[in-house]
Every structure is written in C-alpha cells, then in structure tokens.
C-alpha cells in the first residue's frame, strides 16, 4: 500500500475511527500551453503532477462530518445534515465542503465521516492546489458509487465556482481526473473532448515556483472572464452566432477588432491566439521540433504578459532569466496568473545547470529562493486503498 495511504489510515485509527476505511487521491497539475482558454471554450494542454492530494475516508455513527487537514493542521466540523444550507468560510475547507455538497446534490445521501487530508501539491503555486482537493474528496464522499468520470469533472468544477466562489474554467478538474501518465492532453474546453499527446522523449519539464502570489488573484480573474464577454458580445453583434471566443478565428479578429473597447480586445487578442498556439505546439511535439515548442510557449507568456496582463515582475524575472540560459527551449508563466510557477522545456542535461543559475540569479534580485518541480506527466484520479 502506498505509504500515505497508509500514514492517513493511521492517522483516522488515532482518531478513534476504527470503521473500514478507503483512500483516494487526486493530483495537481501543471499546464503547458493554453493560459485562460477554458472558459472561454477553447484549448488547453496540461499533465496531471504526481504531486497530489490523498484523501482517507471512515463513517461515524453521530452525522458529524469532520475534516482534517494535515498540512494546515487544523480540523473542521459539520453536521451532515446541514450541508445544504451552509455558506463558503473563504477557507480550504470550502473546497471539501463544497464536493461534498455537490454529490448529495447528484442524488448520493452522505452521512458522519471522518476525512483525513494530506496534499504535496503547493497551495497559491498555479499547480491547482484546490482541483485536487474537490477531486479527491468528492471520490471519498462517493466511497465507491459509481459516477461517471466527465460527470465528476464536472461536479468538482461546480464545488468551486458555486461554493468556493471562483469563477474558473474546466481545466484543472479534468486533468485531474484524466490525467495520463506520460502524455500531455489536449482537451477541447467545448465538447470536452481529448486527445493524448506524447511529449519528446528528450525534453525536460521543470515548474518553477517564484513563491509569490499577488493578492489581486481572484478579483482579478473575475474580471478577465467579465473582459471575454464584453469581447464576445460585440463580435456577437458583428457577426452573429457568436457564442464564445471560441467562436472567432484570428481573420474575424482582425476585420472586426476596432469595433472592441481596448481591454477586452486586448484580452479577445490573447484568447484568440493562443487557442491557435495551442494546436501549434501540439503540432510541434508531433514533429519533435523543440526550438518552435520553445518559441511558442515565450510568445504564450508575452501573449499573457502583455494582453491578457497576468504577470507580475518575478515571473517576468524568472520567465526571461530562462530564456537566456543555454539549453532552455523556452519559458512562460502557467496557471491563473499574478505569481505562482513559470513552467520551462529544457535539454535533459540542462536541468542540473538551469536550477542553479535561476535559483542564483533570483535569490540574488528578490532575495527569495524559488523551488523546483520536474514534471513528468501521471495519471490521473484513482482510489489507492480500502482498509
Ligand atoms: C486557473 C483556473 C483554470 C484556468 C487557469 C488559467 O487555474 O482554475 O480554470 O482558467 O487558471 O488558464
């Protein structure tokens, strides 16, 4: 049995929770290539990390729901009777309590438990901290019962819009769920379709965390999805059947753009090209062509830096201090944006190099260490044990 598997079970038996018991895991994720395309309907490329979150699940006979974090070291209590009327506290047990609200919404009863989490993935780092909290979690809850997959995806994006608040795209639930070890997968945000993209055998994938993340964060978000859709109702207008910028090709961008306040076509800009930068990269990884998969994810980051306006300085920082290195294909920031990880395509026997130059270099500007992940792409969400 895995060994935290086995470290949570324990943990549930020092509770006093002698019940049988199962334990699920989720993971993070890191995506490649296509930054604030999902809600917009377009394409993204992530791989699911096998950095994760477990969850460990055991009944109780009084209804009480009690939820334990191990990293945060803090415990929450509710009746499970009161799930449905409870509100968001801004708090990681939102996301919990938000899956768990949304399976009894599906028609699953859920009674007392104890729930035991632990996750490596880092929280604030844009490596989807909270997907693989719902996910994980909305498993235990299910303990087993049957649902199908797109609908857990589904159900744990819902735990975060309409619980935790954040107004996020699809994204990061499904690679969490479908993550492939491996490969990278292209997933259509529209008909939620996927495809299965082998990377080359000779890149490195390093995230690097700048440790920093700009409060402006959530409002922020809001916002650009506010900006697409002010974007989307002018072309709307103009052309007809407009429904998303999914729906705009960069010729009708070009024709049509001056007809767009200057924000949400700067955002229309960003969305609008980097869905085709996505589809170029696969292209790209295809043909093994590392200098065009390195090109595409720089003019990505520029694309965000510029147009879509999520970057900060330390990304900035890190993202060109890569760019210069030898044997670093290319750089870009990944996630939400405002701070969190620059994910970079390096020649395998540039790793070692790479870390102690960027770690140098950015401890030496802003006297913070970063912190390194490799990145090798694994599956996705599965149940790890039942006890
Ligand atoms: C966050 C959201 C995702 C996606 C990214 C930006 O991670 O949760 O849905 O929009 O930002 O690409």
Redesign the pocket.
Known sequence: MARVAERLLEELRTMGNTAPARVFQAPGRV?LI??????NLGF?MPIALDLACTAAIAPRADGTLRIVSLNMGETHEVAAADLASLSPRKHWSDYVIGAAREVLALGFPISGADVVLESTVPVGA?L?SS?AIEVSTALAFLGGRSLDRMELVKLARRA?NDFAG?P?????QYISVFGEKGQAILIDCRDLGCEAVPLPYDVSIVAVNSMVKHELGSSA?ANRVRECAEAVAVFDGRIGGIESLRDVNAEQFTHWDEYIPETPRRRARHVIGENERVLAFRDACERHDKPEMGSLFYRSHKSMRDDYEISCEEIDFLVETAMALEGCHGARMT???FGGCTVNLLRPDAVERFRSAMDGAYRKRFGITPVFYECHPAAGARELAIA
Request: hydrophobic letters at 25%; one cysteine or more.
């Open positions: 995506n296509g930054e604030h395309t999902d809600y993204v844009g989807s997907a975060e954040m996020c795209g699809i994204m990061d978000y996630g939400g944006g």
